[in-house]
């Protein structure tokens, strides 16, 4: 039988916590997981330019594969709020992710099947898209279920252990697949991260009797978020003004659909939507007292100020995963072995990851703390969007190395990929348990796609940055300071990041933090 939350709260009033014991099966699925993705993901850029895309024009099949990526990430992380929502209003979430897990597989199936058709591989993508976003908040939000108030100081440990885990598979498949591509094809390298997903599968299948399952609420909430919104919105004129607002401006973004691409055009909708209604829903937020209890109304106050924290993490994501795009073409110019692949730099990320967790915890926060440094969670996040700023101006100074024909060893990109991963370690491990810990019990999920959706704003600037150099104005004003395409947005992403670093820390200093973990 399944795991009660009764039996489980049992335990709460022993003295020591104790791990909950379903926890591997959990962990064991992710790492594989993760190989399955990441072991697809650093090849994709590579195989886009080296197969897919022979038929375009080689000046124009960088900036097309570049693209192609760019839009598979925002559906990657797009798709948690769709998963988010059927499980916390429908299935649950043992179910929907064991039933999108396979949708992911199939997705796998595609990619070794239609190497040679861009309509299948496509295909391809948009279904591990699917899967791989649909299920991305809910295995995070779903470890969180395992622990209550009793045992919590463990979650974060385990939230570190989860994401070493991840950082285990993307390192070997970052180094290994490179090779399989070559040596043994596309549709092996592709099939084998389809293989793993289906370890994956397996593995989260083999707990399922052991998994605490919160239930899902059976009847509609009247006060649940969206209705609490929807009453201050119609509350007074303001928050009609800020709404209507919104949706003009999203009219605005589909008509330039042509320009940047229905995917980038539906995110920015997206995106307008939420920013401009949840400015609206905000300051007319008091006035739905008379319709809903003070609970309701503070629960979705405290959902709108974690809002902001995610948008202003989105900077980080745009600089963080262009490594697998800016910096793989940036390596191709650089001088390297002739064994080593461009898209073989990136095994530096998970190595470096699977280091920095441990030390940190055991090493430098001890550390800090005894020299009088608390490191809280909004703390470590905001340096860590902070470092991801110097690394692309490290990245850009390399740049401006390689456009004056100089001969740049690739070993130095070792450098900038220490920085951003320690960056990603403060950012992204100290990430995933604090949203947790901030959602509200019957918006885990869906608090877990909006971190989610993050990286996809995130990804949504890159392509809109891209797009701007369709532009002749623009290019001719990067023209005229000098600098190359390349290093100009460099070091406009640097400064981007660093920005949203300042107004997080400033933010930061007024958010009540909240405890949302079962009692």
Known sequence: M?????????????????????????????????????????????FLMSSLLLAIPEELRKGEAKEVFHTFVIGVYFFPLLGGWIADR??????????????????????????????????????????????????????????????????????????????????????????????LGASVAFGIPGVLMAIATLCFWAGRRKYVHIPVATTKDPH??????????????????????????????LALTPDIGIVAALCLVLVLTLGFGGAGAWIQLDRARTAHPAEAVDGVRAV????????????????????????????????????????????????LVMILIPLNNLVLYPLLEKAGLKLTA??????????????????????????????????????????????????????LEFAYSQAPASMKGV???????SVTIGNLWVLLSNSSLKSPAVTASIAGTGLSTTAFLMFFFAGFALLAASLFGLYARRYPMQDNYRS
């Open 378 to 431: 909004l703390r470590r996040m905001g340096a860590g969007i902070a470092l991801s700023g110097v690394a692309w101006i490290v990245v850009g100074m390399m740049q401006l190395w390689l456009d004056d024909k100089a001969e740049v060893s690739i070993v130095w990109q070792v450098l900038p990929y220490a920085i951003l991963t320690l960056g990603e370690v403060l950012v992204s491990t100290t990430g």
């Open 90 to 183: 429908f299935f649950g979430k043992y179910n929907t992710i064991f039933w999108l897990s396979l949708v992911y597989c199939a997705g796998h199936a595609c990619l070794a099947m239609f190497e040679n058709s861009i309509r299948g591989f496509y295909t391809g993508l948009f279904l591990i898209a699917l899967g791989s976003g649909g299920i991305k908040p809910l295995v995070a939000s779903f470890i969180g279920d395992q622990f209550d108030k009793s045992n919590r100081s463990l979650a974060q440990k385990v939230f570190d252990a989860f994401y070493w885990i991840i950082n285990f598979g993307s390192f070997f498949a970052s180094l290994l697949m490179p090779i399989f591509l070559e040596k």
């Open 447 to 453: 608090i877990m796609s909006f971190w989610n959706l």
């Open 304 to 351: 709108l100020r974690l809002l902001v924290l995610f948008a202003l993490v989105t900077p980080f994501w745009s600089l963080f995963d262009q490594k697998a795009s800016t910096w793989v073409l940036q390596a191709d110019q650089m001088s390297k072995p002739e064994w080593f692949k461009s898209s073989m730099m990136q095994a530096l990320n998970p190595m």
């Open 2 to 46: 399944s795991t009660t939350l009764a039996a489980v709260d049992a335990h709460a009033g022993s003295a020591r916590p104790t791990m909950p014991p379903q926890i591997p099966y959990i962990i064991a699925n992710e790492g594989c997981e993760r190989f399955s993705f990441y072991g697809m993901r650093n090849i994709l850029t590579v």
């Open 224 to 253: 649940r978020f969206l209705a609490v919104v929807r009453t201050a919105l119609a509350a007074g004129t303001a928050g009609k003004v800020f709404a209507g607002l919104g949706v003009l401006l999203s009219i605005g973004a």
